[in-house]
C-alpha cells in the first residue's frame, strides 16, 4: 500500500505561481510511475502532468505544457508540480496519484491517490 499526501495549494491570482507537493511514503518500491490529475465539481478527472518514478521521463497535457513541471525527489520520496503562470481555469482540486505499471494519462489505471489541495485563481 501507498500512501500521498498532497500540499501546497491556496489562492492566488493570474500569473502567479504555486509548487505543489506529494509526499510518498509505503510501499515505495512498487511505483513506477506518478502523476498530478486535476477535478472540477461536476467534470472528469482530468490529466495534468505524468513522470516515470526511477527514469525521469515526462508527459504533460497540452494545456499546462510550457507553464507546469512535474518532478520528483527520490530521495525525499516527494513529487512537485511547479505551476508557474497560472490561470483562472487552473483553478481545481489537484491530486497526486501512483501506480505500478508505467506512465499513463488515465485516472482509471491509478490505484494510489491523495486527499487533493485546492487551488484557486482568481482574475
Known amino acids: 500500500q501507498v500512501q500521498l499526501v498532497e500540499s501546497g495549494g491556496g489562492l492566488v491570482q493570474a500569473g502567479d505561481s504555486l509548487r505543489l507537493s506529494c509526499a510518498v511514503s509505503g510501499r515505495t518500491l512498487s511505483i513506477n510511475a506518478m502523476a498530478w490529475f486535476r477535478q472540477v465539481l461536476g467534470k472528469e478527472r482530468e490529466f495534468v502532468a505524468v513522470?516515470?518514478?526511477?527514469?525521469?521521463?515526462?508527459d504533460s497535457a497540452d494545456s499546462v505544457k510550457g507553464r507546469f513541471t512535474i518532478s520528483r525527489d527520490n530521495a525525499k520520496n516527494t513529487l512537485y508540480l511547479q505551476m508557474n503562470s497560472l490561470k483562472p481555469e487552473d483553478t481545481a482540486v489537484y491530486y497526486c496519484?501512483?501506480?505500478?505499471?508505467?506512465?499513463?494519462?488515465?485516472?482509471?489505471?491509478?490505484?494510489?491517490w491523495g486527499q487533493g489541495t485546492q487551488v484557486n485563481v482568481s482574475s
Open positions: 513522470i516515470s518514478w526511477t527514469g525521469g521521463s515526462t
Open positions: 496519484a501512483a501506480r505500478v505499471g508505467g506512465m499513463s494519462r488515465s485516472p482509471d489505471t491509478y490505484n494510489n
